[in-house]
């Protein structure tokens, strides 16, 4: 049992190192030639490095694919598939989390918060380009393209959200539940402060899905808030 744990455990780390080889390829490939081509070669990478190892898994777990998915998770009931996608998007905000203490209780939380802001600069804008991609959304597809992307977004998977209209050039985005201040809440402890990290991530989150929209911070802690949002954000078409 000894030797199967040593060989799971070495396994998992191969994927985790896998993951970061990928990551470090992306990173560079902008650093070398600018985001938008490295956007560009991110689609051709993924979509050929899931299909090699799709096909090596599917033949060694003896499993079939259907239309380019797992069949066993086309098996499985509606309900389960949302309970899945649910925990990966959960996953994705406790992974967030675990970088941001790991920073804080290494360095500070300046430091943290300063790495954060500039990690959501880079994961906002892949974020909308790949709902964008996927929608079919058009280069400018205005203020009612960005209402459609904005229901796509992870966090519209594990926070309550809320959208208001204003006209056919405005809208406000109201954060009604967010998982992290309402944990914090529980713990007796003020907002965290996200207003400087929200500017980055709803602006070039709402930009690239049409650089004409604009983005306004109606209210984000530090700002005092109402008790039915934790946050507001106004998007318009000048």
Known sequence: MEEKKQIARMMLDFMHRTIMHYAFWYSEAEHQFGREKAFEILDSAWHR?????MK????????????????P???LPVEKLEEMR?????????????WFQAIEFSRDMNDAKRTNDSTWAQFSPFEARTIKKML???????????????????????????IIDE???????????CRVQIARKRKGLA???????????YTSFAET????IKTMAVSCPPDPHPDDYFCAWRFYLE
């Open 49 to 53: 490095s899931y299909a090699v190892q």
């Open 56 to 71: 090596r898994f599917s033949k060694l777990l003896d499993f079939e694919m259907e239309d380019n998915i797992p069949k």
């Open 209 to 212: 899905i049409d650089p004409r």
């Open 136 to 162: 079919g959304l058009g280069d400018y597809p205005g203020i009612e393209g960005l209402k459609k992307a904005l229901q796509y977004r992870l966090y519209n998977y594990v926070n309550k959200q809320q």
């Open 86 to 98: 649910k925990a990966v998007a959960v996953n994705w905000l406790a992974n967030d989390g675990v």
């Open 73 to 75: 998770l086309l098996d």
């Open 167 to 177: 006209g056919p050039k405005s809208f406000l985005f109201k954060m009604i539940e």
């Open 191 to 201: 907002d965290y402060p996200c207003k400087s990290g929200g500017l980055v991530e």
